[in-house]
């Protein structure tokens, strides 16, 4: 029946709903690793990103994007100089592919 409801809906939706699913896949990862997800430090308001990460002394801004998103994506430059020569902070882009392959 999934399959079926999934055929109805619109590209967009599933391209929606597959870049949800791949934040909180990520969000998973990190937790499995022993990271906690937090609130975002203040430097990073109004930035665009979806989650921050932290374990001990490191602490990760991550962005999720389908590899389609990376063409002129400003935000991400961006988002990577704010977090340029912060202590114990690093910036990660995970970047996943729209077919199911």
């Known amino acids: ?22 934040v909180w896949n990520t969000i998973r990862r990190f937790r499995d690793d022993g990271y906690s997800i937090s609130d975002p430090p203040d430097f990073l308001c109004g930035a665009t990103f979806d989650f921050t990460a932290h374990k001990d002394d490191d602490h990760v ?22 977090i340029e020569g912060r202590d114990g902070w690093r910036f990660e882009l995970v970047v996943w592919s729209l077919s199911y392959d």
């Open 1 to 22: 029946m999934a399959a079926k409801v999934l055929s109805r809906m619109k590209p967009e939706s599933q391209t929606v709903n597959r870049s949800q699913d791949e």
């Open 61 to 82: 801004v991550v962005r999720v994007k389908a590899g389609n998103e990376l063409i002129g994506a400003t935000d991400i430059i961006d988002l990577a100089k704010r």
